[in-house]
């Protein structure tokens, strides 16, 4: 199974962690799953940033991200190239390391 290595955050893991993930969850589900209570302010919809994390390693291992998700991202505090919405992000066969930014900012919206 992949392991997801979470770099410290002061508040969800201000030790780090290494987690295993199983091949078709989220990123944010397998954190969930952990303890690691990462924002996800829409219930994991795609129609806010909380979940934002930024994909230090295995970036590329990860299904591209849609449109719909870039737009989000562009909101996000703090986004950067390997930036995804870690509720959209599919983990596959290779390790990840994440890091959650420090801050988020909530944009979650009724669903139309
Ligand atoms: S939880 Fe809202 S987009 Fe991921």
Not at 1 to 18: E, F, K, N
Not at 31 to 36: Q, T
Request: charged fraction near 25%.
């Amino acid at each position: 199974m992949p392991t997801i290595q979470v770099l410290p955050h002061p508040d969800y893991c201000p030790g780090g962690a290494v987690i295993t993930a199983q091949v078709g969850d989220s990123i944010c589900e397998s954190l969930l799953e952990h303890g690691i209570e990462i924002e996800h302010a829409c219930e994991m919809a795609r129609a806010c940033t909380t979940c934002h994390v930024i994909v230090r390693q295995g970036y590329d291992s990860l299904d591209e991200p849609e449109e719909e998700e870039e737009d989000l991202l562009d909101r996000a505090w703090g986004l950067e190239p390997q930036s995804r919405l870690s509720c959209q992000a599919i983990v596959g066969r290779a390790d990840l390391t994440v890091e959650i930014p420090r801050y988020s900012i909530n944009h979650a919206r009724e669903k139309r």
